[in-house]
């Protein structure tokens, strides 16, 4: 049951008081919209690979600073620039003071409406008197000043279920709004961590070519001096060559990617340009244990769940068209024939009446709207179900990928470290002749493999981090206001 102040009316006295008090009486409006119900969700009590108690969505709370945990001043540098410069977050700020407009609209249609007129006419109208002879009379002037309000009172909430339907949206829009910065945000940073992953392995190459060069003239000169064997140079030879073909198509995979980062900052790629560092950040230790708050902070949740309400309270639009709409309205002004005597007292009019009007015949169409408004509820519904249970699934992939990838990594560094004292015997062994350079080849390219793998290793940790940083709507270290003002603090 929804109710409006009461409205201070003047009631002429010619009107009758029982129409007075029935006017007053259907001032409140019914919503007929159901009562809501947030969706249930089949969720486990806790995750497989952590634990996570079930939580429900609440008002999104994104951190505007999530990426510092990488503590990177270039990255830090590049998420200032796209909030403000990204094109496609712009549409969808667009998109949420759209949504921020529907709301005025639906709201004001919920009160009176008031117009003003000034008008002036000139006509003219034949007569015939009793004999059928025609005749006219002079033209006459008329001048007119007016002012009209009309107000729907609303007595079954059809304005007040659309006005809860725009409010809704609007909150889902804001959901929307957070959910896009936040995974424009999360698509730089892994930009920004494949680019200088690609860097770190350009520059593990190139000290690859400069060795492998190293190891080409070494093999010349023991082939001129007839210790080595022509076998051995061509071998050298191929090693080197593609060792500088795949430094050059690195090159191409940081440009391109450097390009894809300008275009996020909305600038032109010619326009951009990001120096060489080849150092990756290091990734934020991945938590064990997440609280169950931090479910309630992704904003794709709450736009989903904001979206099943608005398709609730428009059920209710379609109801209250099964029952007759009351309008009440009222003029009053002044109508002359002179400009001089517009404005007074023998010229004024006014009005005052409701007027009532129901669809008595339409061929099924209110019950179809109504059908049509239930079955938006259950798509809504059935789409916020599956943003939760996606929401588990990116969390547990992401929980295990954190925690493996880091056991992988530090795997890897004991196999590179293995690799290069490898290398370093089986050179110095070559250099002896006691081995053939095939076996020196062998070494160099595993080396050269185990050092590309831990900086792949190294990119997948970063961007596994990251994916479960926007899972956790930005941090799991530290709650946020929301979370402090529900336990009840300052």
Not at 43 to 71: C, G, I, N, R, Y
Not at 164 to 188: C, F, H, I, K
Not at 308 to 316: I, L
Request: glycine share 4%; charged share 15%; with cysteine.
């Amino acid at each position: 049951m929804t109710s409006f102040a009461p409205l201070n009316l003047a009631v002429p006295r010619g009107l009758p008081l029982a129409a007075s008090a029935l006017t007053l009486a259907l001032l409140s409006a019914c919503s007929q919209a159901p009562v809501y119900q947030r969706p249930e969700v089949s969720t486990p009590t806790a995750f497989k690979e952590a634990a996570w108690q079930d939580a429900q969505a609440q008002s999104p709370d994104v951190l505007d600073d999530w990426w510092a945990q990488f503590q990177d001043p270039v990255l830090n540098e590049l998420q200032a620039q796209v909030v403000v410069n990204n094109q496609s977050l712009q549409a969808v700020v667009a998109q949420y003071r759209s949504a921020e407009a529907a709301v005025v609209i639906s709201r004001a249609a919920q009160l009176p409406t008031v117009t003003g007129a000034l008008g002036a006419t000139r006509s003219v109208s034949g007569t015939t008197n009793s004999t059928g002879t025609s005749g006219s009379v002079a033209p006459v002037n008329v001048f007119s000043l007016s002012a009209n309000a009309s107000w729907d009172t609303d007595l079954w909430g059809r304005l007040a279920s659309a006005n809860e339907a725009s409010r809704s949206q609007l909150q889902a829009s804001r959901g929307d709004l957070l959910a896009a910065r936040l995974s424009l945000q999360v698509t730089v940073a892994q930009t920004y961590f494949s680019l200088r992953s690609i860097e770190t392995q350009g520059q593990s190459l190139a000290r690859a070519v400069q060795a492998y060069e190293q190891s080409l003239r070494l093999t010349q000169n023991r082939y001129s001096a007839g210790v080595a064997g022509a076998a051995d140079v061509a071998q050298a030879q191929t090693q080197l060559k593609s060792a500088q073909a795949q430094l050059i198509e690195l090159r191409l995979q940081r440009a391109q990617l450097e390009h894809a980062l300008a275009v996020l900052l909305g600038q032109a790629p010619a326009n951009f340009r990001l120096a060489e560092t080849a150092r990756l950040p290091a990734a934020p230790a991945a938590p064990r244990l997440l609280p169950a708050s931090l479910l309630q902070r992704r904003p794709d949740i709450a736009a989903a769940e904001r979206r099943v309400a608005a398709a609730n309270a428009q059920v209710g639009v379609t109801r209250a068209a099964f029952f007759p709409s009351l309008t009440l309205s009222a003029s009053s002004g002044y109508r002359a024939n002179q400009w001089s005597d517009l404005v007074s007292l023998p010229h004024r009019f006014w009005s005052l009446g409701p007027s009532m009007a129901l669809a008595l015949f339409d061929a099924g169409g209110r019950e179809a709207a109504t059908r049509q408004a239930w079955l938006a509820v259950d798509q809504a519904a059935a789409n916020y179900r599956q943003v939760v249970l996606t929401a588990f699934q990116e969390v547990e992939d992401n929980l295990v990928a954190a925690d493996a990838l880091a056991q992988e990594a530090q795997v890897q560094s004991e196999a590179l470290a293995a690799a290069q004292r490898a290398l370093d015997i089986v050179s110095n062994q070559y250099k002896a002749g006691t081995v053939s350079y095939l076996n020196v080849i062998t070494a160099q390219a595993t080396a050269l493999a185990a050092e590309n793998t831990l900086t792949s290793v190294r990119n997948r940790q970063l961007l596994a981090v990251g994916q479960l940083l926007k899972n956790a709507a930005g941090r799991w270290d530290l709650p946020l206001a929301s979370d402090l003002r529900a336990q009840g603090a300052p």
